[in-house]
Structure formats: C-alpha cells, structure tokens
C-alpha cells in the first residue's frame, strides 16, 4: 500500500536560505531510494514561512528504510535548528475516493 507524507516545516526568515540547503541535499539523497516515488520541498502559498516536504512512498517498508538512512539521520538533525517550531508530520496511507 503507497504511503503518502506531509512534513510541514515553519522555519526562522532569516535562516531560509541555510534551512533551504540542507533540504537541496536532503531531497537529492532521498530521491535515489528504493520505493521513493515522490520527493519534494515546497513553499506554503499563503505563508512564506512554511516548507512542506511532500512526500509518497511505495508502502511502509520503504518509508522506514528512509528514516534508517544514513543522509536523513545526518541531515534532519541539522535542519531543526532552523525551525520555529517542531514540524507536524501528517501520514497517508488508506486513499477514500
């Protein structure tokens, strides 16, 4: 079953730029993995200060793989420095229509 992810991330202004490198990599890294359909960073319409990492998975097994990997246990630490609050994680997995 395809697992989709939605980490909003409500980052400092005027760490943007540094918050908006670590993902670059983040994404490149993450976009080669087994069972990674999507991987994306996108900015909030309505509000500048919050960047989603959209996310769809081939089923759970890949989406745990991503969390043991070597480039999200180094990057996503670093990436909280740069944040105004803990990001809210929304999991998908049981599609209704």
């Known amino acids: 079953m395809k697992i989709k992810v939605v980490a909003k991330n409500y980052f400092k202004p005027e760490k ?23 991987y994306g960073l996108y900015q909030n319409s309505e509000r500048s200060d919050i960047l989603s990492m959209i996310e769809e998975w081939e089923d759970e097994h890949s989406l745990k793989k991503h ?15 740069f944040l105004e609050k803990e990001a809210e994680v929304d999991k998908y997995s049981n599609k209704i229509l």
């Open 16 to 38: 943007s730029e540094d918050f908006i490198d670590l993902c670059r990599k983040l994404v490149e890294e993450t976009l080669k993995e087994e069972g990674c359909i999507e």
């Open 67 to 81: 969390f043991e990997s070597g480039h999200f246990k180094e990057i996503v630490p670093l990436v909280v420095d």
